[in-house]
Structures are given as structure tokens and as C-alpha cells.
């Protein structure tokens, strides 16, 4: 056992036992033994203690970094929150549309800067005032809005801004929901004054363009009618001249006496092709579902010639076409027609072909005859342009440029393929959308 000595065991106890009992009891053996025993475990509680207060000193110092640390994050995230929160504000000001949310009973609850902008009105004066304050005069659009069922309203509305300008609003709302509860609205306000105004002005332009129009075709009537009314008379006159002196006419005054008839009768062709000229791609006919090859064996039928004239179909014969029947035939029998008309083979050939396309449909209408030079492309689409003198060939020279204004009407194209004295072949589009388009523009305009 080691000997006890007053720096090895603790003093106060020693000298309190020394107080407290016989020397004879505190010098004992068993004594000493005893104090060596508290005094190694008040030296172990110390290790102890020195072990734990090590241990809160650097828990504690890592506390306090994460401590300083969170606090960074705090506040970065902070500044980061900050910031997007202005982002945010300064996106909503530069909005051009309004921004607004409603109560259930429509006072305003939230407008962006646009308001201002729009309507001439503060934003800060507007808020918790009831919208109606600001279009008094759609009381009744508004009145609907907020009666409809639907998740999604919209409208477009007469106002007045803070100056008593005219304005027109398209408003857009949704309905806003707390579980079942409905709770009031979120939506748009935008200025469409411009587009509004501008419809206004296309549909007194669409009502002076057709009233235009009528005009002129009861002036083209009147006209042809005044025009051939004496072409008729030349015709009969020269018919009873021609009988009343048979019997003196001889030579070039018989040959004479036909070709005035003959210009007569070129005249009033000429009448009626610009007639059809005039009215080609206006006037809309019917729609029609039909198989184009039902089409194109009708027209076959309607045309005649003095050479062998044989047909080549080149398409599906079930596919079916739903558009303007009538307008349709017209280009397609003119084409056909030239086919025939100015082909210098012993038999023709023309051949007609169809196809489908993703966004329209695809024609050719192809002939064996002399070909058309490539300078002339473009110029036979041009109204009283022929290739050949009318002496050689009967025409107007109107039949392809009323091709072409269809098409141009309709938003189709057509091109030529060509090579001299081996035939022409003429490809167009025909739009599968055209009509449907101009119905529903017609429907979304709320002022046609």
C-alpha cells in the first residue's frame, strides 16, 4: 500500500478526522487505508470532471460554430428572399396586363402597377373597393361573370379611365376555392382597345367590300346585258343580209360574212368570260362531301373532241374531299379543257391526278400536247393573254387566270411543268382547311 502523505490525499478531509477522533482511531491502519480510497476516488472524479468539461468546451465550441454558421445561412437566405421577393415585385410592375384578385363579393383585393398604367386609377386608392366602382357601365357582363358556373370566364367590356378616355378591357377570371368554399376570383385585365377598334373598322371594311361587290356584279350584268343585246342584233342582221343577197355574194364576201360572225360570237365569249372572271374565288357555294374521283368521271363525260381524247386517272379512288364542289370543277374542267383544246396530237392523252397531303390536297392535270416554253410561265395566268392567235384557236385567254384567282382566293398554289412538244403538266393545292378557318374567325368575332 503506498504511504499517505499530505500532498497525496485531501487535506480538509485529514484535518477533519483529526478533529473528530482519538489519534490512537486516526493514525489507525485501517483508517489510512480508508483515506487512501477517497482520496483515489475524489482524484478519479477529477479526471472525470476535467474529461466532461473538456468535452463541454468543445461541444460547446462546435455549437457555437454551427450556431454561427446557421446564422450565415439564416441570413443569406434571408437577403436571398429578399431579393426574389423584389425580382418578383419588379416582374409583376413591368406586366403589361392587370393583375387582380377579387373577394367572393368582388372587392378588390390585389392589383399590380399595369392597373395604374391602364386605367389612370391608383392602385392604393382601388384596393378594397368593389370593381364594379370602375365599369359601371358593363354592370351586366360583369353581372353574368360572376354568376356563371364556369371556371373560367372571360369577357371584353366598355370603360372609362381616370381621364374619361373610352377604353376596352378583356377581362379573364378564375374562380378561386378554400376546400368547397368558393372565395373570390384571380385573373387579368388587359387593354384591347386596338384590337377592338381594329375589328370594328375590318367589319365596315367587310360590309363596304360586299356592298362593293354587289355593285359591281349588278354593273357587270347590266353591262353584258347592254353588250350583247347588239351583238345579238349584228349576229341576226348580218344572218338576214347574208339571205336576203345569197344570190349576189361570191368569193371573199361569204368567207367575210362568217368571220363577222364569228367575232360576234368571240365577243360575247369574251363577255362572259370576263364575267366569270369578275365573280371567280367571291362567291362562296356550297360545301360538299364527295369523292374526287366521283369528280373527275363526271367531267370526263362533259368533254368532247374531233381527236381520240383518252383519260388516265391517277389518284385513290376512295378518297373522299369535303369543300366548295362547284369551285373545284370550275378549275379542273379548265385545265382539262386547255388539255384538250390546244393539243396538236392525233390522240390525246390527258391524265388527272390527286393526293393527299397533311394540310391539303394535291392535283395535276397533264396533257401530250406542244408544251409551253418557259418564258411564258407565268404569263398565261395573266386575264386575255393566248399563245396562239385567236384566229387559229378559239379563246378568251380568260380560263387560266380564273385558275389562278380561285387558287389565290382560296390560298392555293399552282405551277407548271412543261417541255416542249412533249406536253404540259399543271400541279395545284387545294387548302383542306379554307372554309373552316373563315367560319370560326367569323365566330370568335364578336362583331361580325
Known amino acids: 500500500m503506498p504511504e499517505l502523505t499530505d500532498t497525496n490525499y485531501h487535506r480538509l478531509l485529514k484535518r477533519q478526522i483529526r478533529k473528530s477522533l482519538p489519534p490512537e482511531l486516526a493514525e489507525h491502519p485501517e483508517m489510512q487505508d480508508f483515506l487512501l480510497s477517497v482520496h483515489q476516488a475524489y482524484s478519479e472524479f477529477q479526471d472525470d470532471l476535467g474529461r466532461v468539461e473538456l468535452i463541454l468546451e468543445q461541444s460547446s465550441g462546435e455549437l457555437f460554430k454551427a450556431n454561427r454558421e446557421l446564422s450565415r445561412i439564416a441570413q443569406e437566405k434571408t437577403e436571398e ?36 398604367t391602364i386605367t389612370g386609377y391608383r392602385v392604393d386608392e382601388s384596393v378594397n373597393r368593389n370593381w364594379t366602382d370602375f365599369f359601371a357601365d358593363s354592370a351586366e357582363e360583369l353581372y353574368t361573370m360572376f354568376n356563371s358556373d364556369l371556371p373560367v370566364t372571360e369577357a371584353t367590356i366598355k370603360v372609362f379611365t381616370a381621364t374619361g378616355a373610352e377604353i376596352w378591357i378583356g377581362i379573364s377570371l378564375t374562380r378561386q376555392y378554400a376546400g368547397d368554399k368558393h372565395i373570390g376570383y384571380t385573373g ?30 349588278q354593273f357587270a350584268y347590266v353591262v353584258s346585258h347592254d353588250l350583247k343585246a347588239p351583238l345579238r342584233a349584228i349576229n341576226n342582221l348580218s344572218e338576214w343580209i347574208e339571205e336576203d343577197i345569197s344570190h349576189l355574194l361570191e368569193g371573199d364576201t361569204t368567207d367575210q360574212f362568217r368571220l363577222l360572225r364569228g367575232r360576234v360570237h368571240r365577243m360575247e365569249s369574251l363577255i362572259n368570260g370576263i364575267l366569270s372572271y369578275s365573280r371567280a374565288g367571291r362567291i362562296k357555294t356550297v360545301k360538299e362531301k364527295f369523292t374526287i374521283k366521283s369528280l373527275v368521271d363526271d367531267l370526263r363525260e362533259t368533254f368532247s373532241s374531233k381527236n381520240t381524247t383518252r383519260f388516265i386517272l ?11 364542289k362547284i369551285t373545284l370543277t370550275q378549275i379542273l374542267q379548265n385545265l382539262i379543257s386547255n388539255g384538250i383544246k390546244y393539243n396538236d396530237k392525233p390522240e390525246v392523252e390527258i391524265k388527272i391526278g390527286w393526293k393527299e397531303c397533311e394540310n391539303k390536297y394535291e392535283f395535276h392535270v397533264a396533257d401530250n400536247g406542244p408544251g409551253i416554253a418557259q418564258e411564258f ?34 390560298g392555293g398554289l399552282i405551277r407548271i411543268e412543261s417541255k416542249m412538244k412533249e406536253g404540259t403538266k399543271f400541279i395545284f393545292t387545294w387548302p383542306k382547311n379554307e372554309m373552316k378557318e373563315t367560319e370560326t374567325s367569323l365566330k370568335n368575332n364578336p362583331f361580325q
Open 81 to 116: 428572399a429578399a431579393l426574389t421577393n423584389k425580382r418578383l415585385e419588379e416582374v409583376v410592375s413591368s406586366i403589361t396586363e392587370v393583375l387582380v384578385q377579387l373577394d367572393a363579393n368582388g372587392n378588390i383585393t390585389y392589383l399590380n402597377k399595369a392597373w395604374e
Open 188 to 217: 387579368t385585365l388587359s387593354d384591347v382597345t386596338e384590337r377592338v377598334v381594329a375589328e370594328k373598322k375590318s367589319k365596315s371594311y367587310m360590309r363596304d367590300l360586299e356592298r362593293i361587290n354587289a355593285e359591281l356584279d
Open 314 to 324: 391517277e389518284g385513290n379512288d376512295a378518297l373522299d374531299i369535303e369543300t366548295e
Open 377 to 410: 410561265h407565268e404569263k398565261i395566268f395573266v386575264i386575255f393573254q393566248t399563245l396562239q392567235a385567236r384566229d387559229e384557236v378559239e379563246s378568251t385567254g380568260v380560263g387560266l387566270a380564273i385558275v389562278k384567282k380561285i387558287l389565290d382566293e382560296k
